[in-house]
């Protein structure tokens, strides 16, 4: 069986999972496949929205909160469309399609259809795409978008709020129509477009406009003029508009407006928030609640004002007053969409599934556990949610959904509304799904293909380096790594080790995971020869994009000096790691002695050193037998043998070299990316240099201790410091052999 055969449903069928605000293709589908999750179907949630919708109860506005991908601006545009009810699918109305989704829930069932039954209009915008027609000069960008799309849904010119004025003016005698007709009739021409250059038409408009007041035609145009010179609407004014729209309405009659993107159109601009607290005050308070607002952001509206009310003192109070039903989103939605609308499986191929869960849980549980500085991890509650779940791996949605939020954050995507990630979660795993249609039941997907799922929407430079790679490399299984290393560029809490990038690029649950682990390693190895990736401290790996690749070129063709590794070796010894150099047995009795480190001397000379063999010596070996004639023939020295350390060589020279060129970088001139990139391998280096020491702390802790032919198995003590102070007391003995005969 192929995984094709699994789905219940047709896994290549269309689905719209990129969701804008003001898009009405598949609308029809869009609602049809609606899922209206576990979690939506909390208490606080979508029961909550929809108790305030049913008298007597007061509407209030509501701000709906959640990640990219969670699904908060599909339930706002599905919300639009639901409340206002004259979507007719299938000769159904779209409200009762959305209550029959309740399934179980009876009470939020009733609450839907009662709501929808209530009269309403809505107005639903994205408010950051809105901000490209507002002039930039304009002192309330908020108030002119609210404006603009109320205008808009009347029928009025949107782009020039005075001309929308004149045509409100027209409507309240009842002579809109006649308006226009009147203009198609005189001048054969729709008022519609005639409207895109009336200002260079006044003349005509003040024709009609005379008939109307039954004035003369310059009266008519001397008052348009004055209209337009003189035109200015403030919050109370907009409020009073709507407010005298919703009086003409049948009673009890409900106008929302849906914005979309509320949060990132706010930002750190505390005068939009004011604004937007000020006109969702006036609506709810004038309008007693039958005009609203529902907005969304990524952030929670506590978060919103808290970054808000950092900057300066204002009052967001009354904003939390009026925003009282809040919605918050959470990666779960995300992945109870996709299995529903994606990944429901046929009865046979589940029970298969179960089976193998069954068999292999405590081997999935192993091999998906990340380390316990991992945020990641699989987390199955029973066999049915892996069944569901397959050919993907539970920890894949939250870590794919971190991913493109983080890429996005980093400016990875293009076009105008990338800034948010553009890309649903449904449809980069549809397309996993569907290139995985003709695979058996063995395979799982691995992490690396869901790079295919966002190519398209990448930057084009961005896309370059992996371009670049497929070119050049010759190697599938390092094309396969440097995607992976990609995706989780800027993940914080996955640590990029060779265990977990071997983990999450299992093809199999029955992998042999030492030999893809040895093939996974040598991938990383020419990468970071070829410089698409840099190793980086704790043995991590990281991607490079083509700027980070010039400058780790730098670093690795910068020079060292003959004695520089070592010197940074006794100085991690003196300075971080065992700093004394004299050992007192007693009142009178205090010995100075020397440090060396790989045969090289730290300081003055002395008569006797502890001598500290890191992995870096240049001993033929340092074995056991080796070392013990070594101290017989150095019978002043304390020799501390550090076990091995295969990368510490190279480590150590890297730290060195990138502290030499970033510093050098660093105070040179450079545009803003390459500084901060400069600056971002600083902290890398600065971090590397921190898992030497520890390395180094605790190969030191583990050392082997010899002296005078003997080693010294029988110190009981085990921190750093009494171990080797125990040991030096012990030298001065072997050195200094009359020391008893000496008085105390």
């Known amino acids: 069986m192929i995984q094709e055969q699994i ?15 003001d898009s009405k293709n598949e609308l029809s589908n869009e609602i049809t496949e609606y899922v209206i999750t576990a979690e939506q179907q909390q208490p606080k949630l979508l029961p909550a929205l929809f108790r305030t919708l049913v008298p007597p109860t007061k509407p209030t506005c509501v701000w709906i909160s959640g990640d990219f991908g969670s699904g908060k601006s599909h339930l706002l545009k599905i919300l639009s469309y639901v409340l206002e009810n004259q979507l007719v699918i299938d000769g159904r109305k779209c409200g009762e399609i959305f209550a029959d989704k309740a399934e179980d829930d009876f009470e939020l069932k009733g609450d839907i259809q009662k709501a929808c ?56 005698k009842g002579k809109f129509d006649f308006l226009k007709s009147e203009f198609k009739t005189r001048f054969g021409e729709e008022w519609e477009d005639a409207r895109k250059s009336i200002l260079l038409k006044l003349q005509k408009l003040a024709e009609i406009m005379a008939d109307v007041e039954g004035t003369t035609k310059e009266i008519a145009y001397q008052n348009i003029q004055a209209q337009i010179k003189n035109y200015k609407l403030d919050i109370d004014g907009f409020v009073n508009l709507v407010k005298k729209h919703l009086d003409k309405q049948n009673p009890g009659s409900r106008f929302i407006f849906f914005v979309d993107e509320v949060g990132q159109f706010i930002g750190k601009d505390v005068h939009r928030m004011l604004s937007l607290q000020t006109i969702a005050e006036g609506l709810i ?9 529902m907005v969304t952001s990524q952030m929670d509206i506590d978060a919103t004002l808290g970054n808000l009310e950092k900057q300066q003192e204002y009052d967001f109070s009354r904003i939390q007053g009026r925003f009282t039903t809040r919605i918050n989103l959470t990666s779960a939605n995300a ?13 046979e191929p589940k029970k298969d599934l179960c089976l193998v869960y069954d068999q292999q849980k405590n081997i999935i549980k192993s091999l998906f556990n990340f380390g316990d500085n991992s945020q990641f991890k699989t987390s199955y509650i029973d066999d049915a949610q892996f069944a569901i779940d ?30 948010v990630g553009e890309r649903s979660l449904l449809t980069i795993t549809q397309e996993v ?38 070119k050049t490399l010759g190697d599938d299984m390092a094309l396969k790594v440097l995607k992976t290393l990609f995706m989780i560029k800027y993940v914080k809490g996955f640590p990029s080790t060779t265990d977990n990038i071997t983990k999450i690029m299992l093809p199999t649950l029955d992998t042999d995971f030492p030999e893809y682990k040895s093939r996974i390693q040598e991938a990383l190895n020419k990468l970071v020869h070829t410089s698409y990736i840099e190793k980086g401290a704790n043995d991590e790996y990281h991607y490079q994009t083509n700027e980070e690749k010039d400058i780790e070129n730098e670093i690795k063709n910068e020079e060292l000096q003959p004695d520089a590794i070592n010197n940074e070796l006794k100085k991690i ?50 074995d056991s037998q080796s070392m013990l004639m070594y101290s017989m023939g150095h019978p002043t020295q304390l020799l501390v043998v550090l076990g091995e350390d295969k990368y510490m060589a190279e480590d150590i020279a890297m730290f060195k070299k990138a502290d030499k060129c970033l510093t050098k970088l660093l105070s040179g001139n450079g545009d803003n990316y390459r500084q901060q990139i400069v600056t971002d391998k600083r902290r890398v280096n600065s971090n590397r240099r921190v898992s030497i020491v520890n390395r180094l702390t605790e190969l030191t802790k583990d050392a082997r201790l010899y002296m005078g032919g003997q080693e010294l198995t029988n110190i009981r003590a085990t921190d750093i410091r009494s171990r080797l102070n125990e040991g030096m007391s012990r030298l001065v003995e072997q050195v200094y052999t009359n020391l008893k005969d000496v008085d105390h």
């Open 7 to 21: 789905y219940k449903k047709d896994i290549q069928r269309p689905i719209n999972g990129v969701i804008k605000a």
């Open 117 to 172: 039954r209530i009269p309403t209009e809505s107005v639903l915008f994205n408010i950051q795409e809105k901000l490209d027609g507002v002039a930039k000069g304009s002192i309330d960008p908020v108030l002119n978008i609210f404006l603009k799309e109320f205008n808009r849904k009347m029928g009025f010119d949107e782009k020039k709020p005075e001309i929308a004025e004149i045509e409100r003016y027209f409507d309240e």
């Open 285 to 293: 308070d004038k309008t007693d609640g039958l005009a609203s607002i």
């Open 335 to 347: 992945d109870e969409v996709i299995q529903r609308r994606l990944l429901e499986k046929n009865e």
């Open 390 to 419: 397959f050919p993907f791996v539970d920890y894949q949605f939250d870590l794919l959904q971190r991913a493109i939020i983080e890429l996005s954050k980093n400016n990875a995507f293009s076009g105008k509304q990338q800034s």
């Open 433 to 470: 799904a569907i290139a995985y249609k003709d695979k058996d039941l063995n395979q799982i997907v691995q992490f690396c293909d869901m790079y295919e799922g966002i190519r398209g929407i990448l930057q084009t430079k961005v896309q370059s380096d992996i371009q670049q790679a497929e």
């Open 573 to 622: 010894f003196r300075d971080e790691i065992f700093s004394e150099n004299r050992i007192r047995l007693s009142a009178g009795k205090v010995f100075n002695y020397g440090r060396m480190v790989d045969e090289q001397q730290d300081g003055r000379e002395a008569e006797m050193y502890i001598h500290f063999v890191t992995p870096l010596n240049s001993m033929v070996s340092t």
